[in-house]
C-alpha cells in the first residue's frame, strides 16, 4: 500500500482513490450547474448556479492538490456516465419548455451523489489529514442541496 506524507500523517492508497473520485465528482457537478444555468431564465437561479459551479471547481482544484501531494495524477475531467447524462439533460430540453421544477429536481439528484460520495469519504477518510478539508466541503455541498430542494419545492 503507497502513502503519501503530507506534514507528518499520511494518505493512504485508499484515501487517495476516494479523492480522485471527489475530484471528478465535482467536476461533474461544476459542468452540470454550468450546464443549468444555460437551461433556465431566471437571473437568480443562473446566479446560484454559476455560484454553485465555481464552488465545485475551487473543491476539485482543493482536491487535486492533496492527490497531487500524493505523487498521483488528479483527473481533469468528469465521468463519462456524467457527460452522458448531461447529454440526455439537453435532448429531453427539447421536449419540455424551460422547466425549473425539472431542472432543480435533477439539480438535487444530483446533490444527492456528490453528498453520498462525500458522507463515505469521511467515514473512511477518519484521522486522515485531508479530513478537515472534506468536512467542510461537505458543509457547502449539504447547504447547496438543502436550498435546491427549497427552491425546487417552492415551485410544486
Not at 61 to 77: I, N, R
Request: with cysteine; glycine share 4%; aromatic share 6%.
Amino acid at each position: 500500500m503507497t502513502s503519501a506524507t503530507m506534514s507528518g500523517p499520511t494518505l493512504s492508497e485508499s484515501t487517495t482513490e476516494q479523492l480522485q473520485e471527489l475530484v471528478q465528482i465535482n467536476i461533474d457537478s461544476a459542468k452540470g450547474f454550468e450546464d443549468a444555468s444555460h437551461e433556465l431564465s431566471n437571473s437568480h437561479l443562473i446566479r446560484l448556479c454559476g455560484d454553485l459551479a465555481n464552488e465545485r471547481r475551487r473543491q476539485a482544484s482543493e482536491l487535486t492538490k492533496y492527490v497531487e501531494m500524493t505523487g498521483q495524477v488528479a483527473p481533469k475531467d468528469g465521468s463519462f456516465l456524467a457527460a452522458v447524462h448531461r447529454s440526455w439533460m439537453k435532448t429531453r430540453k427539447l421536449f419540455l419548455s424551460n422547466d425549473e421544477y425539472a431542472i432543480l429536481a435533477e439539480a438535487e439528484r444530483g446533490e444527492d451523489q456528490i453528498k453520498d460520495a462525500y458522507e463515505q469519504a469521511l467515514r473512511e477518510t477518519t484521522g486522515s489529514p485531508v479530513n478537515r478539508a472534506l468536512q467542510r466541503h461537505f458543509l457547502k455541498v449539504k447547504e447547496a442541496h438543502n436550498r435546491i430542494r427549497s427552491l425546487r419545492d417552492a415551485r410544486v
